[in-house]
Nanobody, 127 residues
Framework: QAQLVESGGGLVQAGGSLRLSCTASIRTLRYYHMGWFRQAPGKERDFVAAISWTGGSTKYADSVKGRFTISKDSAKVTTYLHMNSLKPEDTAVYYC????????????????????WGQGTQVTVSS
């Protein structure tokens, strides 16, 4: 299984931007669907965004559509979450997760299919 490490979190004012990165201990994330999830204090973990192993398909939570963009670099080594127009309600610990494409199809992908998780990176948006 891939070991994932997130980076790029921090404190930003409302309306600002951050870019989160997720790198893996394995050579490549080429054959993995990748996802970002977040957990705010006292709340359950929520889905944020996901990208297919090909990089050709993405999906987003309604709350972040039009503001966040998930992407993979050309070498399929790092996955990014570009976050724009941040709001205080985006404050949470953000987790990167991976699901081998052999384990689940893109159409059927569910949170439970993600088998490798990072430790999380804190994003705090001040009003």
């Amino acid at each position: 299984q891939a070991q994932l490490v997130e980076s790029g979190g921090g404190l930003v004012q409302a309306g600002g931007s951050l870019r989160l990165s997720c790198t893996a201990s394995i050579r490549t994330l080429r054959y993995y669907h990748m996802g970002w999830f977040r957990q705010a204090p006292g709340k359950e973990r929520d889905f944020v965004a996901a990208i297919s192993w090909t990089g050709g398909s993405t999906k987003y939570a309604d709350s972040v559509k039009g503001r966040f963009t998930i992407s993979k670099d050309s070498a399929k080594v790092t996955t990014y979450l570009h976050m724009n127009s941040l709001k205080p309600e985006d404050t949470a610990v953000y987790y990167c997760a991976a699901c081998a494409a052999s384990q689940a199809t893109w159409a059927d992908l569910r949170e439970a299919d993600f088998h490798s998780w990072g430790q999380g990176t804190q994003v705090t948006v001040s009003s």
